[in-house]
């Protein structure tokens, strides 16, 4: 089956700190991966995605890199600020399980808290 | 427009109680799906609904009851709901047929059963 890991944290840095969250998959065909963010007593939001194999998604500063040899999809940012503290979730969709209507894998998520 | 719209925010119920909660997108999106999600851990899939017609029913007890009325819509009728069910129930909607279509979800309706 599917499944993501992802650090589970909490995350404590200070501002304009590098920031990595790490991400690893299994899956049993092609997925597409995400990052999502979730804010205190808020839904989730997309932060950004990619949906094959070298893709690099982007979004408000963050990047991460699809990559297949190593089933990863690390988040990173540069210089972090106190508005990034948030909780992060790394999540796929399995290209072979009915054509992407089948919901999200998600990981435990990371609870990130930056510090002015 | 990307939102998926979801009411009420926050609902609180008694065991015998039935309520609703309610959820829209004008996206044009045919699967909507209801997640279920406990503080600090990530969302658990409940129901899918791909063009207008239940596809995945994760084991949900029958005490939850969706229904798409049609395919803007997605409700979710409660009913003698125990205090285990208490969480933020999210709404979600997404264009089906690929998988990196992206997944949007509405701010939530957090439900406290008393």
């Known amino acids: 089956g599917n499944s993501v890991t992802q650090m589970e944290g909490p995350v404590t840095l200070s501002e304009e700190a590098f920031l990595t969250i790490n991400c690893t998959y299994t899956?049993?065909?092609?997925?597409?991966l995400f990052w999502y963010v979730q804010y205190p007593g808020e839904g989730l939001q997309l932060l950004l995605k990619?949906?094959?194999?070298?893709d690099k998604g982007s979004n408000k500063g963050f990047e991460a890199t699809y990559r297949k040899e190593t089933t990863s999809f690390h988040l990173e940012k540069g210089s972090v600020q106190v508005s990034d503290s948030a909780v992060y979730f790394c999540?796929?969709?399995?290209?072979?399980?009915?054509?992407?209507?089948?919901?999200?894998?998600f990981g435990k998520g990371t609870h990130l808290i930056i510090q002015p | 427009d990307t939102e998926v719209t979801q009411t009420p925010k926050h609902l609180v119920m008694g065991m015998t109680n039935k309520k609703s909660l309610k959820c829209e997108q004008h996206?044009?999106?045919?699967?909507m799906y209801w997640y279920k999600q406990k503080a600090k851990k990530p969302p658990e899939l409940m129901f899918v609904?791909?063009?207008?017609?239940?596809?995945i029913n994760e084991s949900v007890p029958s005490r939850f009851s969706p229904e798409c009325p049609n395919s803007s819509l997605l409700n979710l009728h409660l009913h003698a709901l125990q205090p285990e069910d208490s969480a933020l129930y999210l709404c979600?909607?997404?264009?089906?047929?690929?998988?990196?279509?992206?997944?949007?979800f509405g701010e939530g309706s957090w439900l406290t059963v008393v």
């Open positions: 979600a909607s997404s264009a089906p047929g690929y998988s990196g279509n992206t997944i949007y």
């Open positions: 899956a049993t065909g092609y997925p597409s």
């Open positions: 990619a949906t094959k194999a070298d």
């Open positions: 999540a796929l969709s399995d290209a072979y399980s009915g054509g992407g209507a089948d919901g999200l894998t």
């Open positions: 996206m044009g999106h045919r699967a």
């Open positions: 609904y791909s063009y207008e017609k239940l596809s």
